[in-house]
């Protein structure tokens, strides 16, 4: 069982950043791929990153393209988000995620889920 905390999020004003951080446990690189998802209130939740086997390759949504990064540590077992530019659309809870298929951007597809953390980007 793959255990997933999230932390960092916070209220930031338009065309700022934050770094969110997703420490895991029982995480094992070899098996697990690890992904970003974020949910804003009434709306369905959407794949932010998906990252490839050991971190090699990284999709990414089409709202956060050239604006987010994410990295995988595997040494720390840990996986962060670098969100620059922020915009208000980007508020939302955000969720970081494991499973055993990698790159992929459908929910379903991941087996373990953290508890999230809130990011709110004021005008």
């Known amino acids: 069982q793959v255990a997933l905390v999230e932390s960092g999020g916070g209220s930031v004003q338009a065309g700022g950043s934050l770094r969110l951080s997703c420490e895991a446990s029982?995480?094992?690189?070899?098996?697990?791929?690890m992904a970003w998802f974020r949910q804003a209130p009434g709306k369905e939740r959407e794949a932010v990153a998906g990252?490839?086997?050991?971190?090699?390759?990284?999709n990414y949504g089409d709202s956060v393209k050239g604006r987010f990064t994410a990295s995988l540590d595997i040494a720390k077992n840990s996986l962060t988000l670098q969100m620059d530019n922020l915009k208000p659309e980007d508020t939302a809870v955000y969720y970081c995620?494991?499973?055993?298929?990698?790159?992929?951007?459908?929910?379903?597809?991941?087996?373990?889920w953290g508890q999230g953390t809130q990011v709110t980007v004021s005008s």
């Open positions: 990252v490839g086997f050991r971190g090699s390759s990284t």
């Open positions: 995620a494991a499973g055993y298929v990698c790159l992929s951007m459908r929910a379903p597809e991941y087996k373990f």
């Open positions: 029982n995480y094992d690189y070899k098996k697990h791929c």
